[in-house]
Structure formats: structure tokens, C-alpha cells
């Protein structure tokens, strides 16, 4: 006796609508031999195709049994019944089911892939050639005819050597003459030993089938051994020919990151994306916008803090600030200047008390209007000692600073920042010239070198005046608004610093116990608090462009909803041939990935392009760094993935049969 290939015991589907029961196949017990042609036969209704479908493991039995080339397959999970669809089993559809945006042969090919092969381009050719497409391979399904879809589907069918083809209504949608055409192919690809199964319920089809079962109201009502008497030329070839043979491996699926896989992947993803390509476009602004912002905003305040940074450095690591405020008033602790209590005096006694200092700047500074024959200038003037270029470390480069004794006389003499002489004197020399500060003459006797940056806070934007000259001309009270001490040696800071708390404590009377009206800060505390501040504004302007990155990745989960609406049929197809969950969660979540992190390479070009812009706009220093792109763009990809997986998830949980029936 034969082997049997298909056991069923029993066999019974019912589908449920709310509360109503639909049985659509009731306790079906049929055995398939292996080798048979089996044509399934019944009126609309009476349970043929849900037998088939169970047959090809695109359905679960609501009750029964079903055996396959000995394995009890009916209560399997998804993923080994697609394991057996790939191994055992050929499907021809009565639609053909071909993927739209993949050629002839690419059509053949993927079950190898979904198997987890790799591409066998001779193998696919031969099974075209074999169906009578030699030259048909690189074609589309829509510049095909009906009957040459239906070759390429019976070649896709063949290329894993299944012991079972499955034919749901193969020439439902054929002529006569083809379908008498595709019936020979069925009838030679049985007597090389593949075992048929159809489903039709044409008389002259059914004929080609040494065997017909008839169903009605989902049971058996005949089963009977006929011969078969009619032959047709077959012009085409003899796919038992192509030399087929078996899928190369040990059986086991390779993972979803095997180069056949995700080669094909990336290419469904990219025919996809490219066919909706305005959509694709107006998907990725949001993650576009999102990551240019991210990339623009903590480039600038990356630089911005760089630039500050060289600033407070460039002052010097051997200085301390003396600054008035810090104290206690009602509770409410106030801030750095919030008093005035330093006075000049202080800055004497520190000077004069002190020991190991190189020199002492004390500053106090009010707004004034310059003014230079017809053009005017509006900036800070500063009044302080001729120990400020040592303290602050700011040379002058032309001409010379002021002495102890411009101090000492109240001499009208300045000396003037890089940005002052630009906007007062253009292209002519300011030593020597003579400028209106306020209502008083001014002799300019030196120009500081020039500290760059630029923009609103420039420090070349600044005018230095004697301390006294400045009291007696701009100022009626003698309080400072800071006072500048360089330490000669940088070890004796933390003692040095001590000393002025100490010194400063004494002079103003504090009791022990009480809150110090003024603060002494040295360059390292001032740049880790400027750095904190910088680090707090640059995650905040961060947080807000990434709210762009959020609504960009809500706009990639409801495209990819729509898309995998749109190719449920597909996912219907890639199924019926073999894929396996995580192969349809792979493919939608590539097109996802592709889609984000396409918005996040434009949106690092856009964003490095708007730092450049805003930066010689504003005169700012930017610093994109490898970390910032790096960030930028690998949550752009999480994003992709994070809101690519809901679709991608319903995608692959999907049942083959419902998506394969879906329109």
C-alpha cells in the first residue's frame, strides 16, 4: 500500500460571529496517499476551501485531527506551521497572489528566503523556463497575462520541492486553452510523484484528477477513484525537468538576520517607501525637523559653553572674585550683586594686608554713550586700577594702560576694547584721538587686544577708565561691583582666599555665626557653575526639540498602521509561503527603521546647516560633536522602532487566511 501523506480525523471548523456558530466543515476523516490528484469538488459553501486552507496550515481546526507526512500539525503554533508551509507545502491561488512590486523570478525565489536559502537564480530560471517563461523573469505580475501569473505561481510552488501543492481554483480566472495548458503542467508535476490537491468545481478541470471528493454543508458525500482520459500537448516543458531539488540545510530557519532575509527586507522596504515616496517624505519631517533641532540647539549651546569656558580660562586659573551679595534679607537668600557692600577701600586693605598677591583690580562700571566726531556708541565703561591686565590677563596691544598715577590725578585717559574702536573710529587710528564719554573728554591711550566671540556679550565691547576718574565723573557712591585678585602662587588660593573672607568679615562688622555679605569665588567655581548651567540649558533646549522627534514617531506608527492595511494581502502571501512572525515583524520594522533613520541623516544635515547659520548670524561657536550626531541619530532609529513596533506587531500576528481573504 502506499504511504499516506495526509491523515484527518474528524475534522471540524466553525466560525464564530458574536454569538453566532457557523460550522463550516463538520468531522471530515479523509487519507491522502502520497502521489494521488485529488480534485476537491462542491457547490459555493460547502466547505472546499476551508478544508484546503486547513490542509495548507493557513487555519486552525476547531476540532479533529490532521497529520501530515506523519507530524499531527492541528495544534501547532504560527510559527512551525510555517515551517511546514515552507517544507511541505506548495500553494497555487485562484487570484495567483503574486507580490506586485517584485519580478517573476523574485516571486519564484521567495520561499528560499522565507526558508532561509539563499537566492538560486538557476533554480528559478529553470522552473520559468520549465512553465513555458523562459524569458519572462525579470517581467512584473502586471505586464503579465492571467496565465503566465498562474506559471509563475506554479513555479513559486515548486522551488522548495514540496511533497504537497495545494490549487485553490487554479484556472478559475483562465480561458479554456490556458487552462487546459496549466492543467497538463499539474497533471506532469503528479506522475514525477508531487501529490495534488485542488479545489474546483468544474467538471472537465476535475477530470485531470484520478481522484474527486464532493463536499456539501461542510461534509464528505463522495469520495471516488475515476480515471482519467484526457491528455493535451504540452508545449511548455515538463517541470519535472527542471531538476529540481531540495532546499539545501539542515532544516532549520536561519535567523531574520540572515543576508538572504534581510536583503529582501531592505528591498521590500525600499519598493514601499519609494512607491509612496511623497507620503515616505511627509512621514520623515518629524523626525527630520526633530533631529535638525536636537543637532542645532545643543550644537550651539555646546559652543556656547566651549566659548565661555576659553573665556573664564582666559582670564587666568590664579583668580579670585570678590563679589558683593550673597547675604540674607527677611529669609530670602539674594544673589551674586544683589547688595553693594564692597567699596574701594576694600580693594586698598586687601591690597595692602594681604600677602602673596601680584595685584588687585577692583571694578565698578555704568552705561555711557561714546561719542567720536559724528559716530556714537552706547557701552559699558568699566573704572579699575592699572593692575587690571595683570589680574584679568588682557594685555593691550597698541599704545599703553593707564598708571598709579592717572589713578592717583583723576586723568580723563581710556583705554578701548577691539569692538569700541571698530564702531567709533572705522578704519582710523583711535591712539591719541580724543572721545566724548558722556559729557566729558576722554584721551584714548591704548587698545586691549581682542578677546573674540562677538555677539551680545562681547568682551571687546568694553571701556576701561581709572577707578577714581569714574567715581568723581559717573558715579556718586564709591561701591564696586566686583574686585579682582590674582594669587601669585596657585597653591596658596584656598589660604589666600581665607584671608580676604577673613579680612573682608572684619571691616564689615559681622557678628561670628552670621551669613557673609560678599562671596570670594575663584575661576574654577565660576566655570562649574557656568558649566552647570550650560549643561541644564543645553538638555532643556534638547527636550524641547526632541518633542519634535516624539511627533515625528507618531506620525511613523500611524503611516506604517496605514501601510500594513494597505499589504495585508501581502502579509497573506508571505505567510502562505513560509514566513514566520518575527519575518513579517522584520520587514515592517526595516521600513520603520529606513523611514526614521532616513529623517535622522536629512535632519543632521539640516540641523549642522542651521548652527552655521545662526552662528555667523549671531556670531556664536558652535560644536557639533560625534556624540551629538551619534545621540541624534540613534534616537531617531529608536524612535523608528518604537513606534514601528505596534504596526509591525499587528502585522505579523495576523491569521494568513483572514489576510489572504482580505480586499
Given at each position: 500500500m502506499r504511504e499516506a501523506?495526509?491523515?484527518?480525523?474528524?475534522?471540524?471548523?466553525?466560525?464564530?460571529?458574536?454569538?453566532?456558530?457557523v460550522p463550516a466543515l463538520q468531522s471530515v476523516s479523509i487519507t491522502v496517499h502520497r502521489g494521488e490528484f485529488v480534485a476537491?469538488?462542491?457547490?459555493?459553501?460547502?466547505?472546499?476551501?476551508?478544508?484546503?486552507?486547513?490542509?495548507?496550515?493557513?487555519?486552525?481546526?476547531?476540532?479533529?485531527s490532521y497529520i501530515l507526512n506523519g507530524t499531527d500539525v492541528s495544534t501547532m503554533t504560527d510559527d512551525e506551521l510555517a515551517a511546514v508551509r515552507s517544507r511541505e507545502i506548495g500553494f497555487v491561488f485562484q487570484g495567483f497572489n503574486l507580490l506586485a512590486r517584485t519580478n517573476a523570478q523574485q516571486n519564484v525565489e521567495l520561499p528560499l528566503i522565507y526558508r532561509g536559502e539563499s537566492s538560486q537564480e538557476k533554480l528559478s530560471l529553470a522552473l520559468l523556463k520549465a512553465v513555458g517563461l523562459p524569458d519572462r523573469g525579470r517581467h512584473r505580475p502586471n505586464e503579465l497575462s492571467g496565465g503566465e501569473q498562474q506559471r509563475?505561481?506554479?513555479a513559486r510552488a515548486l522551488i522548495n520541492s514540496p511533497s504537497l501543492i495545494l490549487a485553490d481554483e487554479p484556472t478559475g480566472n483562465l480561458d479554456s486553452r490556458t487552462s487546459g495548458e496549466i492543467m497538463d503542467i499539474f497533471r506532469d508535476l503528479n506522475r514525477s510523484g508531487i501529490t495534488v490537491v485542488m479545489v474546483t468545481h468544474e467538471e472537465d478541470i476535475a477530470s485531470y484528477a484520478r481522484r474527486r471528493i464532493r463536499f456539501l454543508d461542510g461534509r464528505v458525500i463522495s469520495d471516488e477513484i475515476v480515471a482519467s482520459g484526457l491528455r493535451a500537448d504540452v508545449s511548455a516543458g515538463n517541470p519535472s525537468d527542471a531538476q529540481l531539488h531540495p532546499a539545501q540545510g539542515n532544516g532549520k530557519r536561519?535567523?531574520?538576520?540572515?543576508?538572504?532575509?534581510?536583503?529582501?527586507?531592505?528591498?521590500?522596504?525600499?519598493?514601499?517607501?519609494?512607491?509612496?515616496?511623497?507620503?515616505?517624505?511627509?512621514?520623515?519631517?518629524?523626525?527630520?525637523?526633530?533631529?535638525?533641532?536636537?543637532?542645532a540647539m545643543v550644537s550651539i549651546g555646546q559652543g556656547a559653553a566651549v566659548q565661555v569656558q576659553q573665556r573664564i580660562e582666559g582670564l587666568g586659573s590664579n583668580l579670585l572674585s570678590v563679589i558683593p551679595g550673597s547675604s540674607s534679607q527677611g529669609g530670602v537668600r539674594q544673589g551674586f550683586g544683589s547688595v553693594t557692600t564692597l567699596t574701594a577701600d576694600d580693594a586698598?586693605?586687601?591690597?595692602?594686608?594681604?600677602?602673596?598677591?601680584?595685584?588687585?583690580?577692583?571694578e565698578a562700571s555704568s552705561r555711557q554713550q561714546l561719542k567720536y566726531r559724528k559716530n556714537t556708541w552706547s557701552t559699558n565703561v568699566v573704572g579699575t586700577t592699572a593692575d587690571y591686565p595683570l589680574v584679568r590677563n588682557w594685555p593691550v596691544e597698541e599704545g599703553s594702560f593707564f598708571s598709579d598715577?592717572?589713578?592717583?590725578?583723576?586723568?580723563?585717559?581710556?583705554?578701548?576694547?577691539?569692538?569700541?574702536?571698530?564702531?567709533?573710529?572705522?578704519?582710523?587710528?583711535?591712539?591719541?584721538?580724543?572721545?566724548?564719554?558722556g559729557d566729558t573728554s576722554f584721551k584714548v591711550i591704548g587698545v586691549l587686544q581682542a578677546k573674540g566671540g562677538g555677539g551680545f556679550f562681547s568682551q571687546d565691547d568694553t571701556v576701561l577708565i581709572p577707578l577714581s576718574t569714574q567715581f568723581i565723573r559717573f558715579r556718586r557712591q564709591n561701591d564696586l561691583r566686583s574686585i579682582g585678585v590674582?594669587?601669585?602662587?596657585?597653591?596658596?588660593?584656598?589660604?589666600v582666599r581665607e584671608e580676604i573672607s577673613a579680612l573682608i568679615r572684619a571691616r564689615h562688622h559681622l557678628a561670628p555665626g552670621s551669613e557673609d555679605d560678599f562671596t570670594v569665588v575663584s575661576q574654577e567655581d565660576i566655570l562649574q557653575t557656568v558649566q552647570g548651567v550650560s549643561q541644564t540649558m543645553t538638555l532643556l533646549l534638547a527636550s524641547i526639540a526632541g518633542i519634535s522627534l516624539l511627533v515625528g514617531g507618531i506620525g511613523i506608527m500611524n503611516i506604517m498602521l496605514v501601510s500594513v492595511t494597505e499589504r495585508t494581502r501581502e502579509i497573506g502571501i508571505r505567510k502562505a509561503i513560509g514566513a514566520r512572525r518575527r519575518d513579517i515583524l522584520?520587514?515592517?520594522?526595516?521600513?520603520a527603521i529606513i523611514l526614521s533613520g532616513s529623517g535622522g541623516l536629512l535632519g543632521w544635515i539640516l540641523g549642522w546647516a542651521a548652527a552655521n547659520i545662526i552662528s555667523k548670524a549671531g556670531q556664536l561657536t558652535i560644536s557639533i560633536t560625534p556624540a551629538t550626531v551619534g545621540l541624534a541619530l540613534g534616537f531617531s532609529v529608536a524612535v523608528g522602532v518604537f513606534f514601528g513596533i505596534y504596526p509591525a506587531r499587528k502585522a505579523s500576528r495576523m491569521d494568513p487566511i483572514q489576510a489572504l481573504r482580505f480586499e
Open positions: 501523506l495526509i491523515v484527518t480525523h474528524n475534522l471540524s471548523k466553525t466560525y464564530r460571529t458574536g454569538k453566532v456558530e476537491v469538488m462542491g457547490p459555493s459553501g460547502s466547505g472546499k476551501s476551508t478544508f484546503l486552507n486547513l490542509l495548507g496550515c493557513l487555519d486552525h481546526p476547531s476540532s479533529g509563475v505561481a506554479i536561519r535567523s531574520i538576520f540572515s543576508p538572504g532575509e534581510l536583503w529582501e527586507n531592505l528591498r521590500s522596504a525600499a519598493r514601499s517607501l519609494w512607491q509612496n515616496r511623497t507620503r515616505a517624505f511627509l512621514t520623515t519631517l518629524g523626525i527630520l525637523i526633530g533631529v535638525g533641532a536636537v543637532i586698598a586693605a586687601i591690597r595692602q594686608s594681604i600677602p602673596g598677591l601680584a595685584g588687585v583690580a577692583p598715577e592717572d589713578y592717583r590725578a583723576r586723568r580723563t585717559v581710556a583705554v578701548l576694547g577691539s569692538d569700541v574702536v571698530t564702531n567709533l573710529f572705522s578704519d582710523e587710528a583711535p591712539l591719541g584721538k580724543t572721545i566724548k564719554i590674582a594669587v601669585t602662587d596657585k597653591k596658596q588660593m584656598e589660604q522584520a520587514q515592517f520594522l526595516t521600513e
